[in-house]
């Protein structure tokens, strides 16, 4: 929805002229008239009106996560929440990071790398310090996005390790900025509308990578340790602390339901919501600020091993309030699915079983049977209410968009 | 353009290989492979095989090389020199090329077997994508 003001231009001798793109993004109709009827008393005086319609200024959102850039499932879930394909930018670069669909744009942190492969290794530091990457091109251009201007932004290309030539990006709805960095610089923080941290534990980690990696001839068992283990210091030492920042956080952890399960099929997921965040009502199970531990599987609904347990409870994280929302075990059926998501309150959703539908859609994606999915694509619906509540601000208040 | 799918009888050991089941579960065995029990696990997987470009089976075969070649590096650079910064950025530089190929690997995957597909979804108006309704 656009925000449109019409006006007038009169100009007394000169005829009206067009004006060009001002490079803001704003789409602007002429519509020329002249007085040609008697009355030229007035030295042919014609009159001009002008209709600009300034692009809507998006909402950014947040997503820090190790799994790469664009390509995590997240994503596709939340780019499917809003509708439509996301794919990446078509006739560009083909090993371009950004993902567009028809609301969304996401873009890859490391985009903003300052130095490339080489640069880092004559440095000496990894991606995820932060003396390699640019946060005042980061600040200046989420700044220009959020205000309704296009960006020219670098690409980092991960299979040559270069930074590439730049690609345009217009402003869209939705701008979702992911990496290792979003919320490390202060000033690129306060832009941030909604901020998401995807935390996963150690032991998850390594089985997720093994299943990624053990398919490659040159990895082994040996190496895929300890390249977590060589990236472990920086990682906590830069990345980790975005956490107390993040207004949810999605924590991965293994089962507590098997016991010495290391296998990680089955997995232990945590919502965790900060209280207090405009327009983020977090989700509840049964009854808002009380401790549940609630086992679904019983008589109205039969489980197989291992089941699914869930708890929900207020609780303080890094000095926040915070209300965390937990589930244990994995999804067999869809009647499980369907069960579960009639008994959580405060959703988002526009229709009964909306959750649900979405999951199924995605049901070859990983994590569709267990927490993972389901928190995954609960907070793309949350992200979507987010949106629609800032429209609706804004268009309460059309005199002040106007003016910018 | 003949792009279909030929399906290959593979011997594969516990895990299949990406191209297949990319989107599948994501933690799996942690079992080290090279285990008596994988041996008598090994069993016929059915594969679809998907035909590629040339320039993409390049690809992925550059890929696959830069990660055995980065691998070796980091094993050499970290031997006895574990906590050093060299170290670090060794393994660094496997883990970004390990998830550019998994990236790679995710997205041939996913790509449609028509590649005029995509092609025609973006350019309707095209000559190779205009439909003629033949009436006899």
Same mark, same amino acid.
């Given at each position: 929805m656009a925000i449109c003001s019409a006006h007038t231009i009169t100009s007394l001798h000169s005829p009206c002229t067009t004006f060009t793109n /001002? =490079?803001?993004g704003q789409k602007q109709v002429i519509f020329f008239t002249s +007085? !040609?009827? =008697? =009355? !030229?008393r007035h030295g042919g005086a014609r009159s001009c009106f002008q209709v600009s319609c300034s692009v809507d200024k998006p909402v950014v959102i947040g997503l820090a996560a190790d799994s790469g850039c664009g390509k995590s499932t997240f994503m596709r879930r939340l780019t499917s929440v809003f509708g439509g394909a996301a794919s990446p930018p078509k006739g560009g670069n083909p090993d371009s990071n950004t993902l567009i669909s028809d609301t969304t744009t996401v873009i890859c942190l490391d985009d903003y790398h300052s130095l490339d492969r080489n640069g880092r290794k004559e440095e000496g530091v /990894? #991606?995820? $310090?932060? !003396? #390699? +990457?640019n946060f005042d091109l980061m600040y200046e251009q989420v700044k220009a996005i959020k205000e309704g201007k296009a960006i020219e932004k670098p690409i980092y290309n991960h299979v040559t390790g270069l930074l590439d030539p730049p690609e345009l990006i217009q402003p869209p709805k939705i701008f979702v900025i992911e990496g290792l960095h979003p919320m490390f610089d202060e000033r690129v923080r306060d832009l941030l509308d909604f901020s998401i941290y995807l935390d996963i534990s150690d032991d998850v980690k390594f089985a997720w990578k093994i299943q990624r $990696?053990? #398919?490659? !001839? =040159?990895?082994?068992l040996e190496s895929i340790k300890a390249s977590i283990e060589a990236r472990k210091p920086d990682f906590d030492a830069f990345i980790d602390p975005q956490k107390q920042y993040a207004d949810a956080v999605i924590e991965v952890l293994p089962t507590q339901l098997i016991p010495d399960d290391n296998e990680g099929k089955v997995l232990r997921v945590k919502l965790i919501q900060k209280e207090g965040v405009k327009n983020f009502d977090p989700v509840y199970l049964f009854d808002e600020g009380s401790s549940i531990s609630w086992v679904p599987c019983g008589r109205k609904l039969t489980c197989s091993y291992p089941g699914i347990k869930f708890a929900y409870g207020p609780d303080t994280y890094y000095g926040h309030e915070v209300s965390v929302v937990e589930m244990d075990g994995a999804f067999d059926r869809l009647d499980e699915l369907i069960y579960v998501e009639s008994h959580l309150s405060n959703l988002s959703t526009k229709f009964y079983g909306e959750v649900t539908q979405q999951m199924l859609k995605h049901a070859d994606f990983p994590g569709s049977n267990n927490g993972t999915g389901l928190f995954q694509t609960i907070i793309g619906l949350k992200i979507r209410d987010l949106y629609e509540q800032i429209i609706a601000e804004r268009a309460g208040t059309p005199a002040e968009a106007a003016k910018v | 353009m003949a792009s279909s799918s030929i399906v290959s009888l593979v011997y594969a050991t516990a895990l299949p290989a990406g191209a297949v089941n990319g989107a599948g579960q994501p933690p799996s065995s942690v079992r080290p492979w090279c285990h008596d029990r994988a041996r008598r696990q090994q069993r016929l997987v059915a594969a679809a095989v998907k035909r590629r470009y040339k320039g993409t089976a390049r690809k992925e075969a550059a890929l696959a090389e830069l990660i055995e070649r980065k691998v070796a590096e980091a094993m050499e650079v970290c031997d006895g020199h574990e906590k050093e910064e060299g170290c670090r950025v060794a393994w660094d530089e496997v883990e970004e090329v390990s998830q550019a190929k998994a990236h790679l690997r995710r997205r041939l995957a996913e790509a449609p077997d028509d590649p005029l597909e995509p092609f025609c979804a973006h350019n309707p108006d095209a000559e190779d994508c205009a439909v003629v309704y033949v009436d006899d």
């Amino acid at each position: 929805m656009a925000i449109c003001s019409a006006h007038t231009i009169t100009s007394l001798h000169s005829p009206c002229t067009t004006f060009t793109n /001002t =490079g803001f993004g704003q789409k602007q109709v002429i519509f020329f008239t002249s +007085n !040609r009827k =008697g =009355g !030229r008393r007035h030295g042919g005086a014609r009159s001009c009106f002008q209709v600009s319609c300034s692009v809507d200024k998006p909402v950014v959102i947040g997503l820090a996560a190790d799994s790469g850039c664009g390509k995590s499932t997240f994503m596709r879930r939340l780019t499917s929440v809003f509708g439509g394909a996301a794919s990446p930018p078509k006739g560009g670069n083909p090993d371009s990071n950004t993902l567009i669909s028809d609301t969304t744009t996401v873009i890859c942190l490391d985009d903003y790398h300052s130095l490339d492969r080489n640069g880092r290794k004559e440095e000496g530091v /990894t #991606a995820l $310090d932060p !003396r #390699a +990457n640019n946060f005042d091109l980061m600040y200046e251009q989420v700044k220009a996005i959020k205000e309704g201007k296009a960006i020219e932004k670098p690409i980092y290309n991960h299979v040559t390790g270069l930074l590439d030539p730049p690609e345009l990006i217009q402003p869209p709805k939705i701008f979702v900025i992911e990496g290792l960095h979003p919320m490390f610089d202060e000033r690129v923080r306060d832009l941030l509308d909604f901020s998401i941290y995807l935390d996963i534990s150690d032991d998850v980690k390594f089985a997720w990578k093994i299943q990624r $990696d053990m #398919a490659e !001839r =040159g990895h082994s068992l040996e190496s895929i340790k300890a390249s977590i283990e060589a990236r472990k210091p920086d990682f906590d030492a830069f990345i980790d602390p975005q956490k107390q920042y993040a207004d949810a956080v999605i924590e991965v952890l293994p089962t507590q339901l098997i016991p010495d399960d290391n296998e990680g099929k089955v997995l232990r997921v945590k919502l965790i919501q900060k209280e207090g965040v405009k327009n983020f009502d977090p989700v509840y199970l049964f009854d808002e600020g009380s401790s549940i531990s609630w086992v679904p599987c019983g008589r109205k609904l039969t489980c197989s091993y291992p089941g699914i347990k869930f708890a929900y409870g207020p609780d303080t994280y890094y000095g926040h309030e915070v209300s965390v929302v937990e589930m244990d075990g994995a999804f067999d059926r869809l009647d499980e699915l369907i069960y579960v998501e009639s008994h959580l309150s405060n959703l988002s959703t526009k229709f009964y079983g909306e959750v649900t539908q979405q999951m199924l859609k995605h049901a070859d994606f990983p994590g569709s049977n267990n927490g993972t999915g389901l928190f995954q694509t609960i907070i793309g619906l949350k992200i979507r209410d987010l949106y629609e509540q800032i429209i609706a601000e804004r268009a309460g208040t059309p005199a002040e968009a106007a003016k910018v | 353009m003949a792009s279909s799918s030929i399906v290959s009888l593979v011997y594969a050991t516990a895990l299949p290989a990406g191209a297949v089941n990319g989107a599948g579960q994501p933690p799996s065995s942690v079992r080290p492979w090279c285990h008596d029990r994988a041996r008598r696990q090994q069993r016929l997987v059915a594969a679809a095989v998907k035909r590629r470009y040339k320039g993409t089976a390049r690809k992925e075969a550059a890929l696959a090389e830069l990660i055995e070649r980065k691998v070796a590096e980091a094993m050499e650079v970290c031997d006895g020199h574990e906590k050093e910064e060299g170290c670090r950025v060794a393994w660094d530089e496997v883990e970004e090329v390990s998830q550019a190929k998994a990236h790679l690997r995710r997205r041939l995957a996913e790509a449609p077997d028509d590649p005029l597909e995509p092609f025609c979804a973006h350019n309707p108006d095209a000559e190779d994508c205009a439909v003629v309704y033949v009436d006899d």
